[in-house]
């Protein structure tokens, strides 16, 4: 199994990134993915989930209504929009698949991460 993040960077307040989650070495369409994200000096958190169709998806209430997960079972990614950020999001952000085809929000119920993209968002 491999999990690989991409576009993370530096954006300003209020500004928006796309985070990507290349997925192989498994069948992508039979587990739910979720995105976790941890602080420097914080615990590593979750922050979105979706289910192994797509249809149902669940957010951390800080990032309710700002951030949008998605997949493309195609293209085996996931996907997280990230609208208005704020400072607070900074953080490493990490995709993980779930054990099964339903999410969860404990750390302790995803089998495999990716290395992790860094979100920085100041001005």
């Known amino acids: 199994v491999q999990l690989v993040e991409s576009g993370g960077g530096l954006v300003q307040p209020g500004g928006s990134l796309r985070l990507s989650c290349a997925a192989s070495?498994?069948?992508?369409?039979?587990?739910?993915m979720a995105w976790f994200r941890q602080a420097p000096g914080k615990e590593r958190e979750f922050v979105a989930a979706?289910?192994?169709?797509?249809?149902?998806?669940n957010y951390a209430d800080s990032v309710k209504g700002r951030f949008t997960i998605s997949r493309d079972s195609v293209k085996n990614t996931v996907y997280l929009r990230m609208n208005s950020l704020k400072p607070e999001d900074t953080a490493v952000y990490y995709c993980a698949q779930s054990s099964s085809s339903f999410y969860y929000t404990l750390i302790s119920r995803y089998n495999y991460w990716g290395q992790g993209t860094q979100v920085t968002v100041s001005s």
């Open positions: 979706i289910s192994w169709s797509g249809g149902t998806t």
């Open positions: 070495g498994f069948t992508f369409s039979n587990y739910a």
